[in-house]
């Protein structure tokens, strides 16, 4: 059940936020325009950082993995796409509005905050009846219960304090557009709420060309569009946000045991990249959607309490069963092992590349104060860190800069690599902290002597003297993917 933040996990979340904006990660979207709610722009480091996210995932899932090829499907789909996967619908929220302060709601996020304050104070089985009672009338689409719910407990606005709500209605999710120059020839289509149904539609386009036999995956990163109600909590629930996507497709009644196999293999993609054990944890769904006949959540502790990070769903054979139905197009693989044609099931893994972001930044995020010293520094795992090493020569004279100069030319094709001359050498330690290079290389005049260098370690801060010639092998070394899939 979703906890609701204590004020010091709001002021860290706020630190978070200003942190991501003053170094260049994360801003507001058109913000010179006041912004626009729940859209946001990657910066230098944070377009670098998310890169590396999404290069390591794919590569997990394309390179370590045998049997699973990519694709890159478009945004816009035949609208009939939306028709047969539900989303048309029943990709819905319930809403509600306040009348008194004007501020809409998600209807179910009302009764689960308020839940949550009786979980928290200890009164669990009136927490349970609640979440329950909203499951079983969602379930119903009983919106009505929904706001007598809301009534009955007293629930009230934030903002105006009151409980004057209106009805409870559903909210479409999707964005939808017009394609075709003229007004009379264009037609609905719709940014797609998720890059899932790019894969089934190209399933048997993929198994044939690229002759995958079942069991086998197909991967895909793109844009997903959802017009969330309620937009808050950063980059945690945004309008417009990235998708990573990986359908495995199964033999029926396999299918239980690869969703295990992918609950299991993912927690450890997490675990790989460094998240503590304690601040994961997995979340079975009671409640399943249409298409599921098991489906889990890998939840993150963030600022804001346990969230999904990542959804694990046994899929069945709903969506290419629902995509033969309305495309008259049979969607069938033949097993040569079996000597049956089937429509395979599928488990699907599904990640949001900027909620993965918000977690490592979350992660990595460490305000260190002892009595020495106190830094602010970002602890991310040195194969995704944006940077990777900072060329850094002491002073600006004795022929330092075209040392330096020298070894970024040596490190600069395999590493993203920061050049810096200027500042006291204190200072251009503490920006590197403050993006999360992993490592500093300090040029001196010893360097002009014997050709070595001191390397100064983000996390310890601690100091060492290598040979020139060992650099590129140990940076090599310490930010391989190899590192994290080695655990996996
Ligand atoms: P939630 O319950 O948080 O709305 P969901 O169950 O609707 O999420 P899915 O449809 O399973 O999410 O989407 C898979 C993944 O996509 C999520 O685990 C999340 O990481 C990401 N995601 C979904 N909606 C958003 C969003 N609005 N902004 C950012 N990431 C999102």
Redesign the pocket.
């Known amino acids: 059940m979703a906890k609701t933040a204590t004020p010091a996990e709001n002021a860290q979340l706020k630190d978070i936020i200003s942190h991501a904006k003053e170094y260049g990660f994360v801003y507001p979207s058109s913000e010179i325009y006041d912004g626009l709610q729940?859209v946001y722009d990657y910066g230098a480091y944070g377009v670098e950082l998310k890169n590396n996210l999404k290069r390591l995932w794919w590569e997990t899932m394309t390179r370590v993995q045998d049997n699973i090829v990519g694709i890159d499907a478009a945004i816009f789909m035949h609208p009939t796409t939306w028709k047969a996967s539900g989303h048309v619908d029943s990709f819905n929220?319930p809403m509600i509005d306040n009348k008194d302060s004007k501020k809409r709601y998600r209807a179910d996020v009302l009764v689960e905050e308020h839940a949550a304050v009786f979980e928290r104070s200890g009164d669990v089985e009136k927490a349970n009846s609640l979440t329950g009672a909203l499951a079983r009338m969602l379930e119903a689409e009983d919106l009505a219960g929904v706001r007598d719910l809301i009534i009955n407990e007293g629930i009230k606005c934030p903002i105006s304090g009151t409980s004057n709500w209106t009805d409870v209605r559903q909210f479409n999710l999707m964005f939808s557009t017009q394609v075709g120059s003229v007004a009379e020839d264009a037609s609905t289509i719709y940014l797609r709420?998720?890059t899932a149904q790019g894969i089934f539609v190209n399933f048997l386009n993929v198994q044939k060309t690229a002759r995958m036999k079942v069991p086998f995956g197909i991967a895909q990163i793109g844009k997903?569009f959802?017009n969330?109600i309620v937009?808050r909590q950063f980059?945690?629930?945004?309008?417009e946000?990235?998708?990573m996507?990986m359908q495995f497709f199964v033999r029926p009644g396999t299918e239980l045991e690869w969703y295990k196999v992918w609950a299991e293999t993912r927690m450890n993609w997490h675990l790989a990249l460094g998240t503590p054990v304690e601040k994961l944890r997995k979340h079975d769904h009671e409640k399943l959607a249409h298409y599921a006949n098991a489906a889990m959540?890998?939840e993150y502790d963030f600022p804001f309490g346990f969230?999904?990070?990542?959804?694990i769903?046994s899929r069945t054979d709903f969506d290419l069963k629902s995509h033969q139905e309305f495309s008259k197009k049979k969607q069938q693989y033949f097993d040569p092992e079996v000597n049956q044609n089937y429509i395979p099931y599928v488990i699907e893994t599904?990640?949001?590349?900027?909620?993965?972001f918000l977690l490592t930044l979350c992660n990595a995020f460490t305000e260190e104060n002892t009595e020495e010293k106190s830094r602010t520094y970002l602890k991310f795992h040195p194969a995704i860190a944006p940077v990777k090493a900072a060329i850094l020569p002491i002073t600006k004279k004795d022929g330092l800069p075209e040392k330096g100069k020298e070894i970024v030319e040596l490190l600069k094709y395999d590493f993203n690599i920061i050049y810096e001359d200027a500042a006291s050498i204190g200072k251009r330690y503490t920006r590197q902290d403050l993006i999360g290079t992993p490592f500093c290389i300090a040029v001196d005049h010893q360097t002009l002597e014997d050709n070595t260098v001191t390397i100064r370690h983000r996390d310890t801060t601690e100091q060492e003297r290598v040979p020139i010639s060992e650099l590129h092998g140990r940076i090599a070394e310490a930010t391989s993917f190899r590192r994290v899939f080695e655990k996996l």
Request: charged content about 45%; hydrophobic content about 40%.
């Open positions: 729940a929220d709420p998720e997903a959802r969330e937009a980059i945690f629930r945004m309008r946000f990235e998708q996507e959540d890998i969230k999904e990070v990542e959804g769903h599904s990640i949001g590349a900027d909620r993965l």
